[in-house]
DNA sequence: CCTCCTTGCTACGGATTCTGTAGCGCGATC
DNA sequence: GATCGCGCTACAGAATCCGTAGCAAGGAGG
């Protein structure tokens, strides 16, 4: 459950959505998510270390071991929400 | 990538994950979510509702037309995640 | 050795969000 | 009519996030 609740937090899903084509170097993850300010992403990738869910390597930030299935699966929750954005909000 | 930026927010994928196996009152799903003040429960119950993804039922709050494929999501998701946590974190 | 870059990351004050507690209005029940 | 639990709101204080500036380290070129 602890897990959920550190993807549940600001740009988790964000950041791991980013990195699903590949790996990103920090300032290019940052641009990628908008922005975000250096804090909050530094705090968010060591929460996201922590979990075995981003790594580190050679070439800068990366989904960990187990990354092409977390892509699936966010690819999974993206197509949902944009599913349900357009067909469900309107629900008269 | 509106419907991401909903998801995550503070205790949205928890709210979902504790309706996954039915109907809960306001109170009990506040209970089930470690006591998130009542503000923050509100608020994210008027976004997810707005989503489509959460909707209002005889029995209180439940998981929206679309909820049976986003709870299953969301299994894959805890699944991935609980494995993660397990393998990856001791990573010498 | 000395600049000039870029990169990962930290510091810090102000803005935003979340929390914790109290309580209202309402219907059901006693 | 008194009591109970319900969904939900109000509001101040605490936690979090944002925006910007900047540091230390490493490489390229002179």
Redesign the pocket.
């Known amino acids: 459950m602890r897990a959920l609740d550190v993807l549940g937090?600001?740009?988790s899903l964000r950041v791991l959505w980013e990195l699903r084509r590949g790996p990103l170097?920090?300032?290019?993850l940052r641009a990628a998510c908008?922005?975000?300010?250096?804090?909050?992403l530094?705090?968010r990738?060591a929460e996201l270390r922590a979990l075995g869910a981003v790594e580190?390597t050679g070439d800068?930030?990366a989904l960990g071991a187990r990354g092409e299935e977390l892509g699936r699966i966010l690819l999974d929750l993206h197509r949902w929400a944009e599913r349900g954005a357009r067909g469900a909000v309107r629900r008269p």
Chains 1, 2 share one sequence.
């Open positions: 937090r600001r740009w170097t920090f300032r290019a908008d922005d975000v300010s250096p804090s909050s530094n705090l990738l580190v800068g930030y």
